[in-house]
């Protein structure tokens, strides 16, 4: 008996280590779609995520990105150190307007990718020389990040008979 309360008490510590990083807030990207990668026949399969994430401070900007998803019992469960690989595409869907000023590689989203200590990132910045928004995806970790990246640029343009801002207007 004392084997079993020792099991469920280990348990229930478990779930309120994992259900932190389960919860979802308002500003969280959209699922589109999961491919899987590696099936496995007893534990569940390792995936490629897509997802759509519209910009917090720039309206008219949606980014997709895509991140792998660790199979397994222990990817299942959230114990596993999510790849650092991801790629990612931004472009105008609409006519650009800026809620508000940003600093050169502010985080536009980030999302956890391993229990404690690693964590994507998207950052946005400006080429105001060239009116255009950079956008930079990346891991970092506690003691040492990941090199692997991706980058992708978004030219502001008029929508319509509407101008085209100047991204160098909101730099702080």
């Given at each position: 008996?004392?084997?079993?309360a020792k099991l469920v008490a280990l348990a229930v510590?478990?779930?309120?280590?994992?259900?932190?990083?389960?919860?979802?807030?308002?500003?969280?990207?959209?699922?589109?779609?999961?491919?899987?990668?590696?099936?496995?026949?007893?534990?569940?399969?390792?995936?490629?995520?897509?997802?759509?994430?519209?910009?917090?401070?720039?309206?008219?900007?949606?980014?997709?990105?895509?991140?792998?998803?660790?199979?397994?019992?222990?990817?299942?469960?959230?114990?596993?150190?999510?790849?650092?690989?991801?790629?990612?595409?931004?472009?105008?869907?609409?006519?650009?307007?800026?809620?508000?000023?940003?600093?050169?590689?502010?985080?536009?989203?980030?999302?956890?990718?391993?229990?404690?200590?690693?964590?994507?990132?998207?950052?946005?910045?400006?080429?105001?020389?060239?009116?255009?928004?950079?956008?930079?995806?990346?891991?970092?970790?506690?003691i040492e990040g990941s090199p692997q990246n991706s980058?992708?640029?978004?030219?502001?343009?008029?929508?319509?008979?509407?101008?085209?801002?100047?991204?160098?207007?909101?730099?702080?």
């Amino acid at each position: 008996m004392r084997l079993y309360a020792k099991l469920v008490a280990l348990a229930v510590a478990g779930c309120a280590v994992i259900a932190p990083l389960a919860a979802q807030e308002a500003d969280d990207p959209e699922l589109i779609f999961k491919k899987t990668t590696v099936w496995r026949m007893l534990s569940p399969d390792a995936k490629l995520a897509t997802y759509a994430l519209d910009d917090p401070l720039v309206e008219g900007v949606a980014c997709h990105f895509t991140v792998p998803e660790i199979g397994g019992w222990t990817g299942w469960a959230g114990f596993a150190e999510e790849r650092s690989e991801a790629s990612l595409s931004c472009k105008q869907i609409g006519p650009i307007t800026f809620k508000g000023k940003f600093a050169q590689g502010d985080d536009v989203y980030r999302m956890r990718r391993s229990m404690f200590f690693k964590k994507f990132h998207i950052s946005r910045g400006c080429d105001a020389k060239r009116n255009v928004l950079v956008y930079l995806s990346y891991t970092d970790k506690l003691i040492e990040g990941s090199p692997q990246n991706s980058t992708t640029t978004v030219a502001v343009m008029p929508w319509g008979s509407l101008p085209a801002p100047k991204c160098g207007d909101f730099l702080e």
